[in-house]
């Protein structure tokens, strides 16, 4: 069999960064040998491209970069049609051919278009939500304003262009009256961040002003949106003109919300697939994610949360276009739960990717 290199780009200049070392190492795990070779490109914290050789194990405990003798400087050639990772040694330049690439980075700078704009100008065949859904599911905002024009219901929300300064009474008085009308708890977040850096349930008055100082640190702007009663639920959707998705799950809180710990360690939550619903609504749900997918030109695979309230209503929350990729992952799990296993999974990823021909540059006028 003519086996197919796929290039799985890893870490980044993000602070998502760890999390993206898990998926990648699970990724590269449940990978089908038989079908694809793993071309490994690394990026550190700081930005800087490797061509990384060595162990997966080494990914997962972040010291890959460590030890130099595994990994090269490279970059992705931009050159259409060649397909290439160029590496760079001490004297001389590899150029090592690859049929696929998959970002497998969450967050700023590889999660938000940047990344996946860099793959679909070199013409290879990109694995995953292009760069347009890509930026728009990354800005909630923008992602919220496409979703209620498809006609699911969204979280009431208000958004900061600028941090707020103390004597500026007439934005604080704008906060004041949003927090007025929606209530108390209500939710700060960053516009473009994941893995609910930088998000403040905010419970009364006196946390809004810090709740904003800590979203303001991981973008330029904010929003605030209203609580939103039941809990959340999920779908794993997959494809670009077929959808097929995975069972619907279901997390389960103790209290608090679903904040970074809670998302990677489950210490007092739960999360339960299929969710504990009638098979009607699940199915109203996969409906609804499906919208929000098409809506917003998602293409590959995502993830779609949503919430149901206890009145039985769907309301959009947001979309992971490159969701946790480890073997205890949601998106994983989901499709489990339908049948796919997680290499399964990434076949049909892949294949659909490569089955997808990139644009030739247009043709001289004349």
């Not at 070779?37 to 460590?66: C, K, M």
């Not at 009431?156 to 300064?165: C, E, M, T």
């Not at 929350?317 to 999974?345: C, D």
Request: hydrophobic share 40%; with cysteine.
């Amino acid at each position: 069999m003519n086996k197919k290199t796929v290039a799985i780009f890893f870490g980044g200049c993000s602070s998502e960064y760890t999390v993206s070392l898990e998926s990648a190492a699970g990724v590269i795990r449940n990978l089908d040998r038989e079908q694809y070779v793993p071309l490994l490109v690394g990026i550190t914290r700081q930005g800087n491209w490797f061509h990384y050789t060595g162990p997966t194990e080494r990914i997962a405990s972040d010291t890959w970069s460590q030890d130099m003798s595994h990994c090269a400087p490279a970059v992705l050639s931009p050159c259409r049609g060649t397909h290439q990772l160029l590496v760079y040694g001490k004297d001389s330049v590899k150029r090592l051919p690859l049929d696929v690439a998959l970002p497998v980075l969450h967050g700023r700078n590889g999660e938000d278009g940047t990344l996946q704009g860099l793959i679909e100008l070199a013409g290879i065949p990109l694995a995953g939500c292009g760069t347009l859904a890509s930026a728009l599911c990354m800005d909630k905002d923008r992602a919220h304003k496409l979703a209620s024009l498809a006609g699911i219901r969204i979280p009431k929300a208000l958004v900061l262009d600028a941090p707020l300064k103390k004597e500026d009474a007439p934005a604080w008085e704008m906060v004041h009256t949003f927090a007025l009308q929606t209530g108390f708890p209500l939710y700060v977040k960053p516009v473009k961040a994941g893995s609910s850096y930088g998000v403040t349930r905010v419970i009364s008055p006196d946390g809004l002003e810090a709740a904003l100082e800590l979203a303001f640190t991981y973008d330029n702007q904010v929003i605030l949106e209203e609580n939103i009663p039941g809990f959340e639920v999920g779908c794993a959707v997959l494809g670009s003109r077929d959808l097929l998705t995975g069972e619907v799950d279901e997390i389960e809180l103790s209290g608090g919300f679903f904040d970074y710990t809670e998302k990677y360690t489950l210490k007092t939550s739960s999360i339960h697939v299929p969710a504990r619903i009638p098979v009607h609504k699940a199915d109203q749900i996969k409906l609804a994610a499906k919208k929000v997918y098409r809506a917003l030109g998602c293409s590959g695979f995502a993830r779609v949360d949503l919430f149901l309230t206890p009145e039985s209503e769907i309301v959009f929350n947001e979309v992971n276009t490159i969701p946790g990729f480890t073997e205890h992952s949601r998106y994983p799990g989901m499709m489990k739960a339908a049948g796919l296993s997680f290499t399964e999974v990434l076949n049909r990823i892949l294949s659909q990717a490569l089955a997808e021909e990139s644009r030739p540059c247009p043709a001289p006028e004349g």
